[in-house]
Protein backbone atom coordinates (compact mmCIF):
# COMPACT_ATOMS: atom_id res chain seq x y z
CA UNK A 1 0.00 0.00 0.00
CA UNK A 2 1.42 3.30 -0.96
CA UNK A 3 1.36 6.80 1.29
CA UNK A 4 -0.84 9.90 -0.67
CA UNK A 5 1.82 11.82 -1.64
CA UNK A 6 -0.19 14.83 -1.83
CA UNK A 7 -2.76 16.01 0.94
CA UNK A 8 -6.05 16.19 -0.59
CA UNK A 9 -8.76 15.37 2.03
CA UNK A 10 -11.92 17.87 1.52
CA UNK A 11 -11.40 21.40 2.36
CA UNK A 12 -13.33 22.38 6.04
CA UNK A 13 -14.31 26.03 7.48
CA UNK A 14 -11.62 26.89 10.17
CA UNK A 15 -14.26 27.63 12.46
CA UNK A 16 -14.00 26.88 16.20
CA UNK A 17 -16.83 24.68 16.18
CA UNK A 18 -14.87 22.67 13.34
CA UNK A 19 -11.65 23.33 15.09
CA UNK A 20 -13.49 21.37 18.20
CA UNK A 21 -13.52 18.23 16.81
CA UNK A 22 -9.89 17.69 15.68
CA UNK A 23 -7.76 15.02 17.52
CA UNK A 24 -5.28 16.43 20.31
CA UNK A 25 -2.76 14.24 18.11
CA UNK A 26 0.47 14.90 16.00
CA UNK A 27 0.48 15.66 12.36
CA UNK A 28 0.26 18.08 9.70
CA UNK A 29 -2.51 20.36 8.44
CA UNK A 30 -2.98 22.90 5.40
CA UNK A 31 -4.53 26.20 5.52
CA UNK A 32 -6.31 27.47 2.15
CA UNK A 33 -7.76 31.03 1.11
CA UNK A 34 -11.73 30.91 0.69
CA UNK A 35 -10.88 29.82 -2.57
CA UNK A 36 -8.79 26.73 -1.76
CA UNK A 37 -5.28 28.22 -2.09
CA UNK A 38 -2.78 27.36 -0.04
CA UNK A 39 -1.66 29.68 2.48
CA UNK A 40 0.26 27.83 4.76
CA UNK A 41 1.45 24.17 5.64
CA UNK A 42 2.25 23.57 9.20
CA UNK A 43 2.91 20.34 11.11
CA UNK A 44 1.27 19.73 14.96
CA UNK A 45 4.67 18.26 17.27
CA UNK A 46 4.72 17.29 20.78
CA UNK A 47 5.58 20.70 21.97
CA UNK A 48 1.72 21.55 20.85
CA UNK A 49 -0.48 21.09 24.11
CA UNK A 50 -2.82 19.26 22.08
CA UNK A 51 -1.39 18.72 18.69
CA UNK A 52 -3.68 19.05 15.72
CA UNK A 53 -6.35 21.26 17.74
CA UNK A 54 -3.67 23.36 19.25
CA UNK A 55 -1.86 24.39 16.10
CA UNK A 56 -5.37 25.25 14.50
CA UNK A 57 -6.95 26.78 17.23
CA UNK A 58 -4.07 29.31 16.72
CA UNK A 59 -4.45 29.21 13.12
CA UNK A 60 -8.31 30.34 13.65
CA UNK A 61 -7.15 33.11 15.99
CA UNK A 62 -4.45 34.80 14.03
CA UNK A 63 -6.56 34.39 10.60
CA UNK A 64 -9.67 35.31 11.55
CA UNK A 65 -12.43 33.90 9.53
CA UNK A 66 -12.89 33.01 5.82
CA UNK A 67 -10.12 30.33 5.77
CA UNK A 68 -10.49 26.50 5.30
CA UNK A 69 -8.02 23.73 6.33
CA UNK A 70 -7.35 20.36 6.20
CA UNK A 71 -5.67 17.69 8.51
CA UNK A 72 -3.59 14.63 8.53
CA UNK A 73 -3.08 12.71 11.77
CA UNK A 74 0.70 11.47 11.15
CA UNK A 75 3.40 10.15 14.19
CA UNK A 76 5.79 11.29 11.24
CA UNK A 77 4.87 14.88 11.38
CA UNK A 78 8.19 16.08 10.48
CA UNK A 79 9.19 13.89 7.52
CA UNK A 80 5.56 14.12 6.15
CA UNK A 81 6.01 18.23 6.57
CA UNK A 82 8.92 18.36 4.79
CA UNK A 83 7.67 16.16 2.16
CA UNK A 84 4.76 18.49 1.11
CA UNK A 85 6.58 21.35 1.27
CA UNK A 86 8.51 19.95 -1.18
CA UNK A 87 5.75 18.48 -3.19
CA UNK A 88 4.31 22.04 -3.10
CA UNK A 89 7.42 23.59 -4.49
CA UNK A 90 7.44 20.94 -7.59
CA UNK A 91 4.02 21.74 -8.02
CA UNK A 92 3.43 25.24 -8.15
CA UNK A 93 7.27 26.51 -8.22
CA UNK A 94 7.39 28.38 -5.23
CA UNK A 95 6.66 27.47 -1.47
CA UNK A 96 2.82 28.55 0.05
CA UNK A 97 3.30 32.45 0.94
CA UNK A 98 3.20 31.96 4.61
CA UNK A 99 5.92 29.45 4.76
CA UNK A 100 8.08 30.88 2.35
CA UNK A 101 8.43 34.17 5.06
CA UNK A 102 10.62 31.94 6.77
CA UNK A 103 11.53 28.91 4.82
CA UNK A 104 13.15 26.15 6.36
CA UNK A 105 16.12 23.92 4.41
CA UNK A 106 14.34 22.25 1.75
CA UNK A 107 15.40 19.22 -0.88
CA UNK A 108 14.61 19.16 -4.46
CA UNK A 109 11.50 16.40 -5.13
CA UNK A 110 10.77 15.74 -8.70
CA UNK A 111 7.88 13.34 -7.72
CA UNK A 112 5.84 11.41 -10.58
CA UNK B 1 44.49 -5.09 25.08
CA UNK B 2 44.36 -1.64 27.78
CA UNK B 3 41.44 0.05 26.96
CA UNK B 4 41.62 2.48 29.68
CA UNK B 5 41.75 6.35 27.79
CA UNK B 6 45.38 7.51 28.06
CA UNK B 7 45.64 10.84 29.90
CA UNK B 8 45.57 13.09 26.33
CA UNK B 9 42.26 10.65 25.27
CA UNK B 10 40.58 11.76 28.61
CA UNK B 11 41.33 15.19 28.22
CA UNK B 12 39.73 15.32 24.53
CA UNK B 13 36.77 12.85 26.42
CA UNK B 14 35.99 15.88 28.58
CA UNK B 15 36.07 18.47 26.32
CA UNK B 16 33.63 16.51 24.20
CA UNK B 17 31.59 15.75 27.15
CA UNK B 18 31.24 19.20 28.05
CA UNK B 19 29.94 20.95 25.30
CA UNK B 20 27.31 18.03 24.82
CA UNK B 21 26.11 18.93 28.47
CA UNK B 22 26.70 22.74 28.05
CA UNK B 23 26.19 23.47 24.18
CA UNK B 24 24.18 20.67 22.90
CA UNK B 25 21.33 19.21 25.38
CA UNK B 26 20.07 23.26 26.32
CA UNK B 27 19.48 24.30 22.42
CA UNK B 28 18.15 21.04 22.03
CA UNK B 29 15.63 21.22 24.85
CA UNK B 30 14.14 24.17 23.09
CA UNK B 31 13.66 22.27 19.65
CA UNK B 32 10.92 19.36 18.78
CA UNK B 33 11.51 16.13 19.99
CA UNK B 34 12.34 14.66 16.53
CA UNK B 35 14.13 17.97 15.42
CA UNK B 36 17.53 17.11 13.55
CA UNK B 37 18.67 20.13 12.62
CA UNK B 38 20.04 23.51 14.76
CA UNK B 39 19.18 26.95 14.15
CA UNK B 40 21.89 28.26 11.21
CA UNK B 41 23.26 30.79 13.85
CA UNK B 42 23.61 28.30 16.52
CA UNK B 43 24.89 26.06 14.17
CA UNK B 44 27.70 27.97 13.11
CA UNK B 45 28.54 29.50 16.31
CA UNK B 46 28.87 25.78 17.33
CA UNK B 47 31.23 24.92 14.12
CA UNK B 48 33.71 28.01 15.05
CA UNK B 49 33.89 26.27 18.67
CA UNK B 50 34.60 22.86 17.58
CA UNK B 51 37.42 24.49 15.24
CA UNK B 52 38.63 26.05 18.04
CA UNK B 53 38.63 23.11 19.68
CA UNK B 54 41.12 21.65 16.87
CA UNK B 55 38.17 18.54 16.35
CA UNK B 56 36.55 20.35 12.94
CA UNK B 57 36.36 17.82 10.41
CA UNK B 58 36.85 14.94 12.87
CA UNK B 59 37.03 11.88 10.60
CA UNK B 60 39.21 13.86 7.85
CA UNK B 61 42.71 12.32 7.70
CA UNK B 62 45.50 14.66 8.64
CA UNK B 63 46.96 14.74 4.95
CA UNK B 64 43.62 16.38 4.09
CA UNK B 65 43.78 19.14 6.84
CA UNK B 66 42.02 17.45 9.28
CA UNK B 67 42.87 17.30 13.02
CA UNK B 68 45.55 13.91 14.12
CA UNK B 69 43.12 11.58 15.89
CA UNK B 70 43.31 8.11 15.82
CA UNK B 71 40.72 5.70 15.53
CA UNK B 72 40.47 4.42 19.40
CA UNK B 73 40.37 8.00 20.13
CA UNK B 74 37.31 8.89 17.92
CA UNK B 75 35.83 6.33 18.71
CA UNK B 76 35.94 7.50 22.53
CA UNK B 77 34.62 10.68 21.04
CA UNK B 78 32.15 9.18 19.43
CA UNK B 79 30.59 7.30 22.41
CA UNK B 80 30.64 11.56 23.57
CA UNK B 81 29.04 13.21 21.02
CA UNK B 82 25.97 11.05 20.81
CA UNK B 83 24.87 11.41 24.51
CA UNK B 84 22.09 13.80 23.76
CA UNK B 85 18.23 13.20 22.28
CA UNK B 86 19.08 13.71 18.56
CA UNK B 87 22.77 12.19 19.33
CA UNK B 88 22.24 8.70 17.42
CA UNK B 89 22.25 10.05 14.11
CA UNK B 90 23.21 13.48 13.94
CA UNK B 91 25.40 13.58 17.23
CA UNK B 92 26.44 17.18 18.08
CA UNK B 93 24.11 18.36 14.74
CA UNK B 94 26.98 17.97 12.20
CA UNK B 95 28.81 20.51 14.59
CA UNK B 96 31.99 18.60 14.29
CA UNK B 97 31.90 18.26 10.41
CA UNK B 98 33.17 15.08 8.08
CA UNK B 99 31.12 13.79 5.27
CA UNK B 100 30.04 10.43 6.43
CA UNK B 101 29.93 7.67 3.73
CA UNK B 102 30.56 9.64 0.75
CA UNK B 103 33.89 10.85 1.39
CA UNK B 104 36.42 10.38 -1.74
CA UNK B 105 39.53 10.07 -0.75
CA UNK B 106 40.36 7.61 -3.47
CA UNK B 107 39.21 9.80 -6.49
CA UNK B 108 41.83 11.29 -9.12
CA UNK B 109 42.93 14.94 -8.55
CA UNK B 110 40.59 16.72 -10.96
CA UNK B 111 38.33 14.67 -8.80
CA UNK B 112 39.32 15.97 -5.44
CA UNK B 113 39.10 19.54 -6.42
CA UNK B 114 35.91 19.17 -7.55
CA UNK B 115 33.85 16.97 -4.90
CA UNK B 116 36.53 15.92 -2.17
CA UNK B 117 37.83 19.65 -1.17
CA UNK B 118 35.18 21.61 -1.42
CA UNK B 119 32.91 18.73 0.51
CA UNK B 120 35.76 19.07 3.34
CA UNK B 121 35.16 22.42 3.79
CA UNK B 122 31.71 22.35 3.96
CA UNK B 123 30.89 23.90 0.93
CA UNK B 124 29.15 20.85 -0.69
CA UNK B 125 27.21 17.72 0.54
CA UNK B 126 26.95 14.30 -0.67
CA UNK B 127 24.93 11.39 -0.73
CA UNK B 128 25.41 7.30 -1.14
CA UNK B 129 23.43 5.36 -3.52
CA UNK B 130 23.67 1.82 -3.29
CA UNK B 131 20.50 -0.14 -1.88
CA UNK B 132 17.85 -0.62 -4.45
CA UNK B 133 14.24 -1.49 -4.48
CA UNK B 134 15.70 -5.31 -4.92
CA UNK B 135 17.59 -5.23 -1.71
CA UNK B 136 20.71 -3.44 -0.20
CA UNK B 137 21.88 -6.30 2.18
CA UNK B 138 23.66 -8.27 -1.15
CA UNK B 139 24.82 -5.31 -3.22
CA UNK B 140 26.86 -7.71 -5.37
CA UNK B 141 23.63 -9.71 -6.67
CA UNK B 142 20.63 -6.93 -5.60
CA UNK B 143 21.98 -3.98 -8.03
CA UNK B 144 19.84 -3.31 -11.05
CA UNK B 145 20.74 -0.07 -11.98
CA UNK B 146 22.49 -0.77 -15.44
CA UNK B 147 25.67 1.50 -16.77
CA UNK B 148 26.07 1.15 -20.24
CA UNK B 149 29.12 2.87 -22.47
CA UNK B 150 27.90 5.54 -24.69
CA UNK B 151 29.04 8.68 -26.38
CA UNK B 152 32.45 8.80 -24.41
CA UNK B 153 30.42 8.11 -20.99
CA UNK B 154 27.70 5.95 -19.43
CA UNK B 155 24.10 6.03 -19.32
CA UNK B 156 22.44 4.88 -15.90
CA UNK B 157 19.31 3.26 -15.80
CA UNK B 158 17.32 2.39 -12.94
CA UNK B 159 16.54 3.34 -8.84
CA UNK B 160 17.93 3.20 -5.72
CA UNK B 161 16.07 3.64 -2.23
CA UNK B 162 16.28 4.38 1.54
CA UNK B 163 18.80 7.05 0.43
CA UNK B 164 19.65 10.04 2.84
CA UNK B 165 19.99 13.44 2.18
CA UNK B 166 20.13 12.86 -1.53
CA UNK B 167 17.50 15.60 -2.23
CA UNK B 168 20.04 18.24 -0.31
CA UNK B 169 23.39 17.03 -1.64
CA UNK B 170 24.97 18.73 -4.82
CA UNK B 171 26.45 15.16 -5.74
CA UNK B 172 26.40 11.28 -4.79
CA UNK B 173 28.26 8.46 -5.19
CA UNK B 174 26.41 5.78 -7.41
CA UNK B 175 26.68 2.63 -7.73
CA UNK B 176 25.62 0.79 -11.00
CA UNK B 177 26.13 -2.37 -12.99
CA UNK B 178 28.37 -2.15 -15.90
CA UNK B 179 28.75 -5.88 -16.82
CA UNK B 180 26.04 -7.82 -16.15
CA UNK B 181 28.05 -11.65 -16.32
CA UNK B 182 29.96 -10.78 -13.76
CA UNK B 183 28.71 -10.69 -10.55
CA UNK B 184 30.76 -8.31 -7.90
CA UNK B 185 33.39 -7.83 -10.21
CA UNK B 186 30.85 -6.17 -12.62
CA UNK B 187 30.01 -2.85 -10.87
CA UNK B 188 31.29 0.60 -10.92
CA UNK B 189 31.20 3.58 -9.01
CA UNK B 190 30.06 6.37 -10.39
CA UNK B 191 29.75 10.36 -8.95
CA UNK B 192 27.13 12.04 -10.44
CA UNK B 193 25.96 15.28 -9.53
CA UNK B 194 22.57 16.12 -8.76
CA UNK B 195 21.79 18.32 -11.32
CA UNK B 196 22.43 16.23 -14.11
CA UNK B 197 19.86 15.38 -16.69
CA UNK B 198 18.07 12.36 -15.51
CA UNK B 199 18.59 12.52 -12.12
CA UNK B 200 15.42 12.37 -9.66
CA UNK B 201 14.41 12.20 -6.28
CA UNK B 202 11.53 10.33 -6.78
CA UNK B 203 9.85 10.96 -3.54
CA UNK B 204 10.19 11.54 0.45
CA UNK B 205 10.53 7.32 2.44
CA UNK B 206 9.24 8.05 5.92
CA UNK B 207 10.51 5.12 8.28
CA UNK B 208 10.74 4.87 12.20
CA UNK B 209 12.97 7.51 12.44
CA UNK B 210 10.49 10.30 12.33
CA UNK B 211 13.47 13.38 12.06
CA UNK B 212 15.24 12.74 8.88
CA UNK B 213 13.52 11.06 5.86
CA UNK B 214 15.40 8.62 3.40
CA UNK B 215 14.29 9.13 -0.09
CA UNK B 216 13.83 7.27 -3.51
CA UNK B 217 15.86 7.99 -6.77
CA UNK B 218 15.75 7.11 -10.28
CA UNK B 219 18.23 7.25 -13.25
CA UNK B 220 16.55 7.44 -16.59
CA UNK B 221 19.08 7.94 -19.24
CA UNK B 222 20.91 9.34 -17.06
CA UNK B 223 24.47 10.39 -19.14
CA UNK B 224 27.59 11.01 -17.56
CA UNK B 225 31.14 11.39 -18.89
CA UNK B 226 34.16 9.04 -18.11
CA UNK B 227 35.24 11.80 -15.95
CA UNK B 228 33.13 10.37 -13.40
CA UNK B 229 33.60 7.03 -12.42
CA UNK B 230 34.80 6.64 -9.08
CA UNK B 231 38.45 4.60 -8.70
CA UNK B 232 38.42 1.66 -11.70
CA UNK B 233 35.49 0.65 -13.95
CA UNK B 234 33.99 -2.99 -12.35
CA UNK B 235 35.91 -2.00 -9.07
CA UNK B 236 33.16 -0.47 -7.13
CA UNK B 237 31.91 -3.50 -5.30
CA UNK B 238 35.81 -3.01 -3.43
CA UNK B 239 34.79 0.79 -2.57
CA UNK B 240 31.43 0.41 -1.55
CA UNK B 241 32.83 -2.69 0.61
CA UNK B 242 35.70 -0.40 2.16
CA UNK B 243 33.07 2.13 3.06
CA UNK B 244 30.89 -0.31 4.59
CA UNK B 245 33.26 -2.05 6.76
CA UNK B 246 34.93 1.07 7.88
CA UNK B 247 31.41 2.66 8.93
CA UNK B 248 30.22 -0.14 11.38
CA UNK B 249 33.01 0.96 13.91
CA UNK B 250 31.91 4.20 14.75
CA UNK B 251 28.29 3.20 14.06
CA UNK B 252 28.36 0.56 16.86
CA UNK B 253 30.05 3.99 19.00
CA UNK B 254 26.86 5.82 18.67
CA UNK B 255 25.00 3.15 19.67
CA UNK B 256 27.12 2.59 23.14
CA UNK B 257 26.82 6.67 23.14
CA UNK B 258 23.14 6.80 23.09
CA UNK B 259 22.60 3.39 25.52
CA UNK B 260 25.16 4.97 28.19
CA UNK B 261 22.66 8.01 28.32
CA UNK B 262 19.50 5.75 28.71
CA UNK B 263 21.38 3.63 31.27
CA UNK B 264 22.67 6.98 33.27
CA UNK B 265 18.83 7.95 32.96
CA UNK B 266 17.39 5.21 34.08
CA UNK B 267 19.97 4.38 37.33
CA UNK B 268 18.77 8.06 38.54
CA UNK B 269 15.43 7.44 38.33
CA UNK B 270 15.35 4.52 39.91
CA UNK B 271 17.21 5.65 42.97
CA UNK B 272 14.79 8.89 43.29
CA UNK B 273 11.14 6.50 42.27
CA UNK B 274 9.45 5.45 45.22
CA UNK B 275 6.42 2.63 44.41
CA UNK B 276 4.35 0.41 46.75
CA UNK B 277 7.00 1.94 49.93
CA UNK B 278 9.73 1.12 47.99
CA UNK B 279 13.03 3.13 46.03
CA UNK B 280 12.92 1.01 42.57
CA UNK B 281 16.54 0.50 42.98
CA UNK B 282 16.19 -1.68 45.91
CA UNK B 283 14.17 -3.84 43.90
CA UNK B 284 15.29 -7.15 42.84
CA UNK B 285 13.64 -6.73 39.14
CA UNK B 286 15.22 -3.03 38.52
CA UNK B 287 18.59 -3.69 39.78
CA UNK B 288 19.14 -6.41 37.50
CA UNK B 289 17.53 -5.00 34.74
CA UNK B 290 19.86 -2.31 35.48
CA UNK B 291 23.05 -5.28 35.38
CA UNK B 292 22.05 -6.64 32.37
CA UNK B 293 22.28 -2.86 30.81
CA UNK B 294 26.08 -2.70 31.94
CA UNK B 295 27.08 -5.47 30.63
CA UNK B 296 25.62 -4.82 27.61
CA UNK B 297 27.03 -1.59 27.26
CA UNK B 298 30.59 -2.91 28.89
CA UNK B 299 30.36 -5.76 25.92
CA UNK B 300 29.73 -3.37 23.44
CA UNK B 301 32.49 -1.36 24.14
CA UNK B 302 35.31 -3.64 24.54
CA UNK B 303 34.33 -5.46 21.41
CA UNK B 304 33.93 -1.69 19.51
CA UNK B 305 37.30 -0.75 20.60
CA UNK B 306 38.80 -4.04 19.77
CA UNK B 307 38.12 -3.23 16.57
CA UNK B 308 39.17 0.44 16.46
CA UNK B 309 42.45 -0.63 17.98
CA UNK B 310 43.07 -3.40 15.12
CA UNK B 311 42.09 -0.74 12.44
CA UNK B 312 44.77 1.68 13.89
CA UNK B 313 47.54 -1.22 14.19
CA UNK B 314 46.58 -1.50 10.31
CA UNK B 315 45.50 -4.93 11.16
CA UNK B 316 42.89 -7.14 9.11
CA UNK B 317 39.48 -5.99 10.93
CA UNK B 318 36.10 -6.70 9.55
CA UNK B 319 35.50 -9.42 11.54
CA UNK B 320 35.95 -7.58 14.77
CA UNK B 321 33.81 -4.74 13.09
CA UNK B 322 31.37 -6.85 12.56
CA UNK B 323 30.81 -8.03 16.34
CA UNK B 324 31.61 -4.38 17.14
CA UNK B 325 28.46 -3.79 14.96
CA UNK B 326 26.57 -6.84 15.88
CA UNK B 327 27.04 -6.38 19.87
CA UNK B 328 26.35 -2.65 20.14
CA UNK B 329 23.35 -2.39 17.91
CA UNK B 330 21.46 -5.37 19.62
CA UNK B 331 22.95 -4.45 22.80
CA UNK B 332 22.22 -0.75 22.80
CA UNK B 333 18.54 -1.73 21.75
CA UNK B 334 18.01 -3.61 24.54
CA UNK B 335 19.70 -0.98 27.02
CA UNK B 336 17.28 1.20 26.12
CA UNK B 337 14.11 -0.93 25.98
CA UNK B 338 15.18 -1.86 29.71
CA UNK B 339 15.71 1.72 30.87
CA UNK B 340 12.05 2.78 29.19
CA UNK B 341 10.36 0.09 31.43
CA UNK B 342 11.96 1.52 34.49
CA UNK B 343 10.67 4.63 33.56
CA UNK B 344 7.30 3.11 33.44
CA UNK B 345 4.75 5.62 31.18
CA UNK B 346 6.92 8.23 31.35
CA UNK B 347 9.61 6.66 29.07
CA UNK B 348 6.94 6.16 26.86
CA UNK B 349 6.46 10.16 26.03
CA UNK B 350 8.01 12.42 23.87
CA UNK B 351 9.33 14.03 27.08
CA UNK B 352 11.85 11.72 27.81
CA UNK B 353 14.49 10.71 24.78
CA UNK B 354 14.08 7.40 25.23
CA UNK B 355 11.06 6.87 22.98
CA UNK B 356 13.09 8.33 19.69
CA UNK B 357 16.33 6.30 21.12
CA UNK B 358 13.84 3.25 20.66
CA UNK B 359 13.14 3.95 17.26
CA UNK B 360 16.06 5.18 15.56
CA UNK B 361 18.10 2.13 17.93
CA UNK B 362 15.61 -0.18 16.28
CA UNK B 363 16.93 0.50 12.99
CA UNK B 364 20.52 0.39 13.77
CA UNK B 365 19.92 -3.35 13.56
CA UNK B 366 19.20 -3.64 9.97
CA UNK B 367 21.40 -0.37 8.57
CA UNK B 368 24.75 -0.71 7.53
CA UNK B 369 23.82 -4.33 7.08
CA UNK B 370 21.89 -6.28 9.67
CA UNK B 371 22.68 -8.17 12.60
CA UNK B 372 21.96 -11.49 9.86
CA UNK B 373 24.77 -10.00 6.93
CA UNK B 374 27.27 -9.55 10.43
CA UNK B 375 26.86 -12.91 11.78
CA UNK B 376 27.49 -14.42 8.38
CA UNK B 377 30.53 -12.32 7.68
CA UNK B 378 32.11 -13.84 11.44
CA UNK B 379 30.14 -17.39 10.12
CA UNK B 380 32.33 -17.12 6.66
CA UNK B 381 35.52 -15.96 8.73
CA UNK B 382 35.85 -18.69 11.41
CA UNK B 383 34.26 -21.54 9.24
CA UNK B 384 36.76 -20.62 6.04
CA UNK B 385 35.75 -18.76 2.73
CA UNK B 386 34.65 -22.17 1.11
CA UNK B 387 30.97 -21.72 3.63
CA UNK B 388 28.42 -20.89 0.91
Known sequence: ?112 | MDFEPSEEQQMLIDQVRRFVREEIIPLEAQLDPDASELDPADHARLVEKTKAMGLFGIDIPKEYGGPDIDIVTRVLLAIEMAQHRAGLYVPCYGTFGGAGLAQIFEANEDQKERYLYPTLRGEKKAFFGLTEPSGGSDPARAIQTKAERRENGWVLNGAKLYISNADRAQYGIVFARTDASKGRAGITCFIIDSDTPGFHVRRVVHTLRSSHYATELEFKDCWVSDHQVLGEVNKGFAVANDRLTRQRIPYAAGCIGVAIAAHEMAIEWAKMRTTFGEKLANRQAVQWMLVDNEIDIRTARHFTLEAAEKARRGLPFKIEASIAKLTASEGGGRVVDRSMQIHGGMGMTKDLPLERWYREMRIRRVGEGPSEVQRMVIAREILGSNLR
Not at chain 1, 81 to 104: C, I, R, T
Request: with cysteine.
Open chain 1, 1 to 112: MSIRLRLDKPWRPLAADEIARLPGQLGVYQVADAAGAILYIGQAGARAPFGLRSELQREQKERGDGCQFRVEVNQQYRTRWFELLMVHQADHGSLPPDNAKNPPPLGRLSPN
